[in-house]
């Protein structure tokens, strides 16, 4: 009976959980649209706090004052801001000024937009016929262009809207300085919130949540700083002009998974096409999507571990609702906010099942173990959180502590070397099952003192090994 309780306990729990985030969505989704105007430059202004803290942190990391890093980082955030704003700039002006260049662009994309309207399946997708105008004006009869004439008309709406965007920015730039300014402040105004044991189980969540942020934030920004500039290196190579621009453009869509990178080689494969031989065109497009592919599902997978853990559905569903509330700039900011909001979701134990639906897939219990013993602590909710994990995958409790020891030798591994807490009990106990005499002395040694010298990591990697063969043995 006393079973039944507890599962019924467990299920209104739950269902109050999902009902209050309903409520949380629809007050949200109500809010956004209504204070539009107000919330745009504070999103604007979140995402960029996020950019400078990774280098924030390791300035005061090496002796800087908080303030003082912060600074630092957002005079080198603004340089680098005007300094692409310059060179995109000037780039456009000296291309729209050019008008017998851009009557031969007008000319030569027209004749090859013809062509492809006179295709019976490339037409009728395009969803107009082949006397109907001028490429400008078919593009916005399927809504791509917003009434702009030609080329010249197309980039001058474009830095029209670059125009106001700038304004918005001096608003995010306000907005920065109090976000930064309040998030020095919060540490303190935690430990008075939550006094005695709950501040260290508080401090625990937030020092998780910072350095998942931080580690996406500097992956995702690695990467598509790397994909960008390849992506002008690739475009100058073939004589595309605005390379600039549109490597800019990949680096803020970039943030966008699955569609965004893409989205951003249509302009200058559309500009491509006005003036390159179509083997040539074909040949620049497939070596842009290759390069996207490469540093998206390669070097990106092979720097984190793993790809970004959210459902591709519901990213989709997230960006399609984005633009249509906030346009190309909810697209832009949406997913990294959408992805932070997760990793807050996924370390606090009573929202973490919500977490867990966003993900792409379940968390396996190596990964669970590996999430709960990042900090060397295993909390009573973690505890608990693991136990109903191996209940369900119906192993036993000397299984289960050979996933939780293969997860400790993991995260020491990876940190070099370093270990702490509960990390050294799992480890200890499979030191003295798996290892010889020998081996486990020297083992017992090393995680008393902490000190790993090379053949102390050489023992733990085949002990890894060994271990990783067993856990596959059980499944």
Sequence with gaps: ???????????????????????????????????????????????????????????????????????????????????????????????????????????????????????????????????????????????????????QGIFLGAMSAAGAMFTQGLTAMFFLLFIIFEANLLPGRIAIAFPGEGIDKVKIVVKRIEKSINTYVVVKTGVSAGTAISVMILLSIFGIDLWFLWGLLTFLFNYVPYIGSLIATIPPLLLGLAVMPLQIWVLLAVLLVVNQQLWGNVIETKWTGSQLDISPVLLLIVVAFAYWLWGILGMIISVPLFVIVKIVLENIPTTRPLAI??????????????????????????????????????????????????????????????????????????????????????????????????SEMKILKQLQDRLEESVEDIF
């Design 1 to 151: 009976m006393s079973g039944i309780i507890v599962d019924e306990d467990v299920f209104s729990r739950r269902l109050n959980i999902f009902t209050n985030a309903a409520i949380l969505l629809t007050l949200l989704i109500v809010g956004l649209s209504i204070l539009q105007e107000v919330l745009q430059p504070f999103f604007i202004a979140l995402g960029i706090y996020f950019i400078l803290k990774p280098g924030a942190d390791a300035l005061s990391n090496n002796g800087f004052p908080v303030g003082l890093s912060f600074l630092t980082m957002l005079l080198l955030f603004v340089l680098a801001i005007v300094g692409t704003a310059y060179i995109s700039w000037s780039q456009v002006a000296e291309f729209t000024d050019d008008e017998e260049r851009m009557d031969v662009y007008d000319q030569n994309l027209q004749k090859k937009w013809k062509q492809m309207q006179g295709m019976p399946i490339l037409g009728d997708w395009l969803g107009v016929k082949e006397d109907n105008g001028s490429v400008a004006q078919n593009l916005d009869e399927i809504g791509l262009t917003g009434g702009a004439s030609g080329f």
């Design 357 to 454: 639906l966003m993900s792409e897939r379940a968390p396996n219990l190596l990964e669970a173990y590996e999430s709960a013993l990042e900090d060397g602590l295993l909390s009573g909710d973690e505890r608990d959180d693991l136990e109903r994990m191996r209940v369900t995958l119906g192993l036993s409790k000397e299984d289960s502590e050979k996933f939780a020891a293969l997860a400790a030798i993991n995260i020491v591994l990876r940190e070099g070397g370093s270990v702490e807490g509960e990390q050294i009990q799992y480890i200890c106990a499979a030191v003295a099952s798996e290892l010889t005499e020998k081996e486990s002395e020297k083992m017992q040694t090393a995680l008393e003192t902490g000190l790993f010298g090379e």
